[in-house]
């Protein structure tokens, strides 16, 4: 055991002393912030496009109606439709609006001029405008009273809740569908970074030959075990430094336009329209609100869990390959059918996540290849714990087996030189007395 | 005394028999040369001593105790393919193989710094193995096999690769371990190389052991009863128990002759004859090397 923690010791801490470990340490919450800072700024740039419609009112119904919004901008015209048209494109508006006479019972002939096909949000606003003030109308001649009409108006939106055995949370379909594909994503790109990495390991110890000193000294399982371990605390180590390092350079991000969640609220109230720094704290606070409605110590966790698990055992498979090749051009055989499951959990994903409780779902998230990948997939959404119970267990049991079975290739893979490698030689090895 | 014992070992791989009934006795504080072409068995035979592979059947003693897992830390090896962490510095590569092999972190810094300086390479301590000459790199295999003091050093094919200085270092570097109490063992399959130090020396052939034995007690058992004779004006003939098997001149009136005497017959009175007709310049028994005892074995055996 001692001597297992040697070989834990040395693994960790050769890799973690490296230049490329440090580097991509660091770099990658920077770059990963300064994408989403570039996403919000592109949404941004888009939003504030102000969109200017011209009205031509000749029903006289909707003067000063039309309320200017952040993206729309509306302008009275004095003129008839036939006027308006032909000096259309040298006005400017990127939108006539001709509203005819209209008969209140059966409003007919509201066109929409424009060049481009019209924004749905600019549909959207005339078409809701017009509703409410026919409706107003209708029911003013109806007899119905303004004041009594202003008590009646209601106005509701959705909060959206996601019930569960712990209580219930305030959720957010987006921000869940997000989580999910990218820790589904990070898992899938953590196994194949790391299980390649002991793959090499193994390659590097076999080909320079030190491994006959060092199993001269301890077991071959013991020293695989130990660069197993090694290598995930690497990988546990590199997974935490992001995470803390991410939120940290989104919390400077923030500051740096000197504001907090609070603040960056209060402000985008007072400043009104057209303040660009507040609309980006807003989207910002937006942003920070929507974190907050995912469990992310849940997703956490179980992250850290299906690391751990699905790496044993992608590990110790890439371990079984190292052992029994002399060449990165021979592992490539031997490659393909440990990289086949991680690709197809990777495509499954995509109908996991619309469908987060299917059959699908349920069984990829079962099978220790793929569970890793596909219930990361699905623990935003919620999944119970008999479930998350039963995957894991067998994940354990997945990776007790995979690791017992590569012990056994290992222990004569990496004394054996210069032969061509086949399944069959494989096969061979691992009942092999030795 | 026996420091290691091997008793019956057999050994195969899926395709051939490797060891077949291999039984050694390996006395303490000796250096003996376990020889063979290659393919005879020797890697296999001190992978098993080394617990890198186990024996399909048979035992193995190290000082009388049934050889177990912990008996690794006893035992230093220095394989036949050598190689080390190239991207690991030379100290504390040495640290880690040292504590591999038990021994205590402060203790083995000591010796760490002890080894170097006694090789003159304590200023190499930080940099990468990468960046060491091949041969500061088996300096360093070397020391590492040492480092932790073992009662028994195997070293599979030792000098091949080292360069002649080095051969030098680490040949005194051997005698001086035996002379402290440990045992070496010497694999090899240019026996030449290693005659000269072994005491003890076991032969091994397509998995057996052909010969075994002390080699004075072996050169004594293959004597040939030859003797060399360098002289000055041709050899007229010898008395009748004496038989010249060759005679050729070397330059104008120098000979070279080999003559062949009686077993049990003493040397001298040959010399008394030669000296009546030639003046003598060499004169030496002929003892037939390691490689010409195995040859004469394995031809004895087909």
Known sequence: MKKILLVVKREYITRVRKRSFIVMTLLTPILFAGLIGGLLWVAMANKVEEKVIAVIDDSGLFKDKFQNTDGIHFIYLEESIETAKSKFSHLGPDGLLYIPKLDIQNPKGIQLFSETNPHFGVINKIESTLEAEIERIKMVQLGVDQQMLQSIETNISLNTLSLTSAGEKASNATATFGTAYVSSLLIYFFLFLYGVQVMKGVMEEKNSKVIEVIISSIKPFQLMMGKIVGIAAVGLTQFLLWVILSFAVINAGLLMFGLDKDHAALISETAGIGNKASEFTQANSEIMELMGTIPITSVLITFIIYFLGGYFLYASLFALVGSAVDSDADSQQFMIPITIPLIISIVALQFVLLDPDGQIAFWMSMIPLTSPVIMLGRVPFGVPFWQLALSISLLIGGFIFTTWVAGRIYRVGILTHGSKVSYRTLTKWFFQNY | ?302
């Not at chain 2, 072996?218 to 030859?226: D, G, V």
Request: hydrophobic share 35%; with cysteine; proline share 3%.
């Open chain 2, 1 to 302: 005394m026996y420091l290691l014992e091997t008793q019956n070992i057999n050994k195969s791989y899926a395709d051939h028999q490797a060891l077949t009934n291999i039984s050694l006795q390996i006395p303490k504080q000796s250096i003996f040369g376990l020889l063979g072409p290659n393919g005879a068995g020797k890697t296999t035979l001190i992978r098993i001593i080394t617990s890198i592979l186990q024996a399909d059947s048979g035992t193995i003693l190290l000082n009388g105790e049934k050889l177990q897992r912990n008996h690794t830390q006893s035992i230093g090896y220095l394989p036949e393919e050598r190689g080390l962490y190239k991207k690991m510095r030379v100290g504390e590569q040495l640290l880690y193989l040292a504590r591999l092999k038990g021994l205590d972190r402060s203790l083995a810094i000591d010796r760490i710094k002890h080894w170097l300086q006694k090789l003159e390479m304590l200023d190499w301590r930080g940099k990468n193995i990468e960046d060491l000459s091949k041969g500061m790199q088996q300096k360093i295999q070397f020391i590492a096999t040492v480092l932790h003091e073992p009662q028994l050093v195997i070293l599979d094919e030792p000098f091949s690769g080292f360069d002649p200085i080095n051969v030098n270092i680490i040949k005194d570097e051997i005698l001086n371990l035996r002379d402290k109490g440990a045992t070496v063992i010497f694999s090899t399959h240019i026996m030449d190389s290693v005659e000269k130090l072994c005491d003890h020396i076991a032969l091994l052939y397509k998995s057996k052991k052909i010969l075994d034995g002390k080699k004075k007690d072996i050169k004594q058992q293959y004597r040939t009863n030859r003797f060399e004779i360098d002289h000055v004006g041709p050899l007229k003939g010898l008395g009748g128990i004496y038989k010249i098997m060759e005679s050729r001149s070397l330059d104008e009136n120098r000979f070279h002759s080999i003559v062949q005497i009686p077993e049990d017959h003493n040397p001298n009175q040959l010399l008394k004859e030669l000296i009546i007709q030639t003046e003598i310049h060499k004169f030496a028994e002929i003892i037939p090397s390691m490689n010409e005892i195995f040859i004469s074995k394995v031809s004895e055996q087909s």
